[in-house]
């Protein structure tokens, strides 16, 4: 299993280090291997948000998010989207923002691509912490069957029973944001409210045309409910157990899921990207050392899916949640003052640790009382 999973992110690692050592020697390598640290430590609670979503599409989509969603995160998120927030903050075409990135340059330096970037950061930061707070708070306004954080989490699913509160509150948060942290609101408010719109409209969606596909399903099944007992008893044996791939999202559904998922992605990522410059000016190493680790993050959350996981911890993914409420947090923040990556990545792999320290906990518990610890869905 580890092989399988995990094989392709150790060859591309190796790739990578030859890559870095090949675009500026020693030195490269060195700042690729710091890179690939970087990306896992800052997106680690994203594989495991990303889990979640991911069990939910059928072994097709599942490969699509591992190869295809590889190569967006690769080329799209770590090369392409700096140069397109380049152009557009900056006012420069397309081959100018690709020769200022090739010449490189510190982003202290007016004019530099390390520094346009740099000033187009309260815009990014601004997208990408309205729709991870938008995530953050529809999961915690919600009431699930197991809590971690029970004081808090228990009165946060009593008021989420309010319509629609994650959006006021989402927006109220990106109103004080824009005017005690940004030196212009406008902008900021604007790149929030587009944040909140692309969570509604991509999640909105993906939901919609999975429900669909259920509905048409159970539909199916109701219709020739004979017949599809015979097959199931034909392909399963006598065990009764569930056909793979039953129930699991596919067509538009998993299409809608994945670019859910891509666009969870691009959040998680904007502080690496952005970060990495304090690293490295050279755009091909920072795209090399980010993409190794985005596939590092890519095989854990499809290990995570296999092995079953988020069932068997339960607070596992609670923990990943609140790692996102903080990482949007400190993306607000950063709209006026600079955030270490490390103190990013230290409370994301902090909040993982004790959920799944404290699942581990759960676990003993239920067996020593004589009980089974059953698989759920928080």
Known sequence: MLLKTFGWSVAIT????????????????????????????????NAVVNATILKRMNAFWQKIFLTVGILIAVFGMRLVFPLLIVCLTGGVGP???????????????????????????????????????MLFLNFVFEDHKVKWLKPIERPLAKIGKLDQLSVVVALLVLVLASQFLAEDAGTVVFSGVLGVMTYLL?????????????????????????????????????????????????????????????????????????????????????????????MWIRSLTVYLVRQGTL?????????????????ATILFISIKHEVPEVITGLIGVGFIGAAFLASVRRNKRIAAEGGEVEHVHA
């Open 202 to 294: 991509v999640g909105g969606l993906g939901d919609l045309f999975e429900q669909q596909g259920l509905a048409e399903h159970d539909a199916a099944d109701d219709a020739d409910e004979a017949e599809a007992d015979s097959k199931e008893s034909a392909e399963n044996g006598k065990d009764g157990k569930e056909l793979p791939g039953v129930g699991k999202a596919a067509g538009k559904a998993a299409f809608f899921l994945f670019m859910y998922l891509e666009v969870l992605d691009a959040s998680f990522s904007f502080d690496g990207v952005i970060g990495a410059f304090a690293i490295s000016q050279d755009i091909f190493i920072i795209a090399v050392g980010l993409g190794v680790g985005a």
């Open 14 to 45: 190796v790739a990578g280090l030859v890559g870095g050592f090949f675009l500026g020697g020693a030195s490269g390598l060195a700042i690729v291997a710091i890179l690939i640290v970087l990306e896992v430590s800052l997106s680690f609670d």
């Open 95 to 133: 081959m100018k923002a690709i020769d200022l990135a090739i010449k490189g340059g510190d982003q202290e330096t007016p004019g530099t691509y390390a520094y346009m970037l740099h000033e187009a950061h309260p815009s990014i930061a601004a997208f990408g912490g309205s729709f991870l707070l």
């Open 311 to 327: 069932d068997d911890y339960a607070y596992l993914e609670h923990g990943a949640m609140w790692a996102i409420g903080a990482l």
